[in-house]
């Protein structure tokens, strides 16, 4: 027997009125916010992601799903949607429409982790993007609309967690720092951390080993190291999140596994969870379309897992609506009766409404305890009579009563 391979998961029809419910509260929130879809495709070229998420992140280096097609092109399954958005963004000359460019996209995104709760190697992102801006107010937009999205959802207690890891002139200056912060213990790191220490020192603070945990703890924080332009930048942000009445916590640490981030960096926590369970998570990345070949260029943008959402809606046991089912069964006895049985169904049909009839040569207890076991509120039978007067006899399952019922106005109740 196959089973779907590990850390993929199947959502069967009963899951799926916890998708859409998502999918439109992220549409909705999107339309308000003025954010337009679009569709990106499930693997890239390598590069895109090795140089724009970068080299010396785990996403890259451990979790990405990379093969080589036919033609021998390495290719990757896309671990996110950032890289994508701006790729397109460059690929079809965005910076000629009016700027900011927003855009959001829902779809699959792959990481090859250790699968636990919450946690998969195949999980949907719902993500947004604004780019060519570079305006603080709109890193305060995006995490609003991000707080507002979890809050329309109705999901529990969660807290925005937030920094500014500076941009490329203040982070050299924090780089050596950390450098030499980490000098003295590097025999005590663990041997990740021994290569980021070479490769990419900012990476050393998203090690999750508890060895290299104090380590961390003690090191210099971005914050104390920003810029003029940074600093300021992060104060009118938070300024903008005070007028937006977003409450906030800072935490000096999070600096988020991308390389791509400058400035402001953002989770959404739920309040039993703590950072490894997070919602969401965004930034800014002013310097992505330029790694990417662009002229420089700003953006801002956030992403979240649906699944995670799906998890907390279920666990919280928040009511989501139900997607419509059948509106009437039609069960029929006898070969007269079965085509008449179609052709009712078709009409049905072609009129807009939803029906499902009886297959095979099932007794009419069998069709009802169907209907029943479906949840479908009425049944049509035909019988023999019925074929004759063009009748049909409808059946209200909640209250078991019958009425004989010329076609056409079953034709008027149920569409
Ligand atoms: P990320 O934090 O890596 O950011 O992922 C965004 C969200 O996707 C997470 O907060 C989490 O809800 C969900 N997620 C991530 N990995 C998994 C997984 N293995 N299983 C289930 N859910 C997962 C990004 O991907 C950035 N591209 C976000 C962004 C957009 N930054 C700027 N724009």
């Known amino acids: 027997m196959y089973r779907a391979p590990r850390g993929t998961t199947d959502i069967l029809p009963e899951q799926q009125a916890y998708w859409r419910y998502v999918e439109q509260k992220a549409a909705r929130i999107c339309r308000l916010y003025g954010y337009e879809r679009i569709d990106l495709p499930m693997f890239e070229d390598t590069g895109l992601f090795t140089r724009g998420v970068g080299e010396g992140t785990d996403i890259v280096e451990k979790e990405m799903y990379v093969f080589e097609d036919r033609g021998g092109n390495s290719l990757a399954l896309r671990p996110e949607g950032t890289a994508s958005v701006c790729r397109a963004y460059l690929e079809h000359g965005l910076h ?82 950390l450098k030499e912060h980490y000098r003295p213990h590097i025999d005590d790191v663990c041997p990740d951390c021994q290569v980021r220490f070479r490769k990419n020192p900012l990476r050393l603070l998203d090690c999750k080993n508890p060895r290299c945990q104090p380590i961390a703890d003690g090191a210099p924080k971005s914050a104390d190291y920003l810029c003029l332009e940074c600093t300021e930048h992060y104060a009118e942000m938070k300024r903008h999140l005070g007028i937006l009445e977003i409450p906030f916590k800072e935490d000096r640490r999070l600096v988020r596994g991308f390389d791509y981030y400058t400035r402001t960096v953002f989770e959404v926590q739920p309040e039993a969870g703590g950072s490894q369970s997070s919602l969401g998570g965004g930034g800014r990345y002013d310097g992505l379309l330029e790694e990417l070949g662009g002229k420089p260029t700003p953006g801002v943008g956030f992403a979240t897992g649906i699944e995670r959402m799906v998890l907390g809606l279920t666990r919280e046991n928040i009511p989501v609506p139900p997607i419509p089912g059948p509106e009437v069964f039609i069960a029929h006895l006898g070969n007269e009766a079965r085509d008449a049985a179609m052709k009712l169904a078709a009409t049905l049909r072609r009129k807009g409404a939803a029906v499902l009839i009886s297959t095979g040569g099932r007794s009419l207890k069998a069709q009802l305890r169907q209907a029943n076991n479906l949840g479908i509120p009425r049944v049509a039978i035909i019988g023999e009579d019925e074929v004759r007067t063009g009748t049909v006899m409808l059946r209200d399952m909640t209250t078991s009563r019958q009425e004989s019922v010329p076609v056409e106005k079953l034709v008027e109740l149920v569409v």
């Not at 992102?125 to 603080?136: M, S």
């Not at 329309?152 to 920094?163: K, Y």
Request: with cysteine.
């Open 96 to 177: 000629n429409r009016p700027q900011p460019v927003k855009l959001f996209y829902i779809g699959p995104a792959f990481r090859y982790e250790r699968p636990q709760a919450g946690r998969y190697r195949q999980h949907n992102q719902f993500g947004c993007e604004a780019i060519g801006d570079a305006d603080p107010a709109l890193d305060a937009e995006v995490i609003d609309m991000a707080w507002q999205f979890f809050f329309s959802l109705g999901l529990g207690l969660f807290t925005v967690v937030i920094n500014s890891i500076g941009c490329r002139k203040c982070r050299t200056e924090y780089l050596s720092a």
